[in-house]
C-alpha cells in the first residue's frame, strides 16, 4: 500500500472512532475512587460535558471553573443521564447550602456565580453501579469589567 493512501486510511479510521464515541472528550469524565467530601475538579477547558460516577452514593462535590467564563457571572446546570436517577444538587458556592432552581423535570442550575461554582450532588433512592451526570455551564451576561 503506498505512504500517501496508508495515511488517507489512517486519517479514516480515526475520524470514524471520533465520530462513533470510541475516542473520548476531554470533558466527558469518570469519577473513579473520589472520597466523599472531596471537591472534583472538573476539567476548566469544559463548559458542557458529562462525568460518569461509579457507585452513586454519599455527595459527589463538583468545582466548575471554566476558562472561556472567567470573569462572567455563570450557573451550571446538571442532569442525570444514564438511568435517569434521581439527584439533589445544592449550591455550596458560598460556604452555605443553597437549594437548586429547577429548570425541568430532569434538569436543575445552581445559582449565578462570578469565577466559579461548587455543587453538591447527593443521589436520592435506589444506587445504581454507574451513573453519567451531563453538565452545562451557563451565562446570560456580558463580562463583568
Known sequence: MAPLA???????LVVVMAMSGFIPS?????????PAGQVYNVNPSCT??????SYPMDILRLF???????????????ESYA?????DVLDVTKGDKQPH???SDI???????INGVIADIEPKGHVRYMD???????????KLQ
Do not use: Q
Not at 496508508?6 to 479514516?12: H, Q, V
Not at 466548575?64 to 446538571?78: S, T
Not at 453519567?132 to 456580558?142: D, L, M, P, S
Open 6 to 12: 496508508r495515511i488517507s486510511l489512517i486519517l479514516l
Open 26 to 34: 476531554p470533558c466527558d469524565e469518570m469519577t473513579f475512587g473520589v
Open 48 to 53: 458542557n460535558g458529562s462525568i460518569s460516577w
Open 64 to 78: 466548575f471553573a471554566p476558562a472561556d467564563l472567567a470573569g462572567y457571572k455563570f450557573d451550571v446546570c446538571i
Open 83 to 87: 438511568n435517569e436517577s434521581t439527584f
Open 101 to 103: 432552581r429547577r429548570i
Open 107 to 113: 434538569e436543575v442550575c445552581t445559582g449565578f456565580h
Open 132 to 142: 453519567e451526570i451531563r453538565y452545562r455551564a451557563v451565562t446570560i451576561e456580558k
